[in-house]
């Protein structure tokens, strides 16, 4: 009995889940924490910012990096965007590749980020309910002999919640030795006002199409915790007044439609009621802007 307590070891790290965009990436991440603490859209690249996603368990604690799926810079905002996926790859303990069962495949750049960051790397191939065992079985054998260099993978469903355990279970041994970095009730590294602001933000990338949803930004203005329910106010920033229009529809019901699905994920996420109020405004180019840039905080 004395042996196995002291032949115990307890790890804890972070591992970067990184792919291209729509792999699945914060899906992964809300079934891991059980929670939605990331946006999740069919369009691609929804994710902008880094966000961790804390896995607490006995013997070890996983810190789940949420990135953007990498694509050539157009924008200054991409710029800060591919930079934040490098700097998720060096800070990381494991790099974990999330690839879609029905596009496994990457650019030559993001190959070579894999190879030469010198880290562990675990590839979860997700969305395999969207095929059969046999089509599973050969996509498995192609991803194992592409990423000879991979420790582990693993075929995953994120959507249905399947392997997605095991998958922790494969990256753990690769963590260093440690206590626990978070309290084991944390969740996420970001706070509930970034979350809400993530929350509105899909609200948006599920409900309009073309430029919108990429020139939105939505910011907490305030955010009160009042006894019996918490007052939320957020600003939706779009870059042409023809943008706000959409965003608030006629008579208000494009808005109101945003801020329904949105209150509803965020009192489910605080477990309290919620007030939320939005404001759309505008802010001409801000995606070149460094100063609004800053001030949105990338
Ligand atoms: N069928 C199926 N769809 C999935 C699965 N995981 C994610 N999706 C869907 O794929 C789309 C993209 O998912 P996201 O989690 O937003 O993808 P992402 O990698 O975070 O994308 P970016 O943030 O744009 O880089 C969404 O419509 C998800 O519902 C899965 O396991 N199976
Ligand atoms: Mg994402």
Redesign the pocket.
Known sequence: MKQETENRVHRAGFAA?V????????????AMVGRKI??????????RRRIVGIYTRPDFQLAFT????LLTPRYKLHETMAKEIEAALGDTDVVVL?A?FDRPELPETFTHLLRSCGKPVVVAL?????GNQEKVRTALEEIRHRFDYAVAVLP?????N?NVEALAEVVAPHLPESPPLFDPDQLTDRTERFVCAEIIREKVFLYFEKEVPYSTEVVVTDFKEEESLTRISAEIYVERESQKRILIGSKGSALTRIGTAARRDIENMLGVKVFLDLYVRVAPEWRNDERRLKRFGY
Do not use: C, E, R, Y
């Open positions: 889940l792919g291209m965009p729509s792999a699945g990436k914060s899906t992964l991440l809300n990331s946006g999740v859209s069919p369009k691609v690249q929804t994710t949420d990135t953007p799926g999330v879609p997700n969305k395999i309910d969207l995953v469903s994120a959507l249905h399947f």
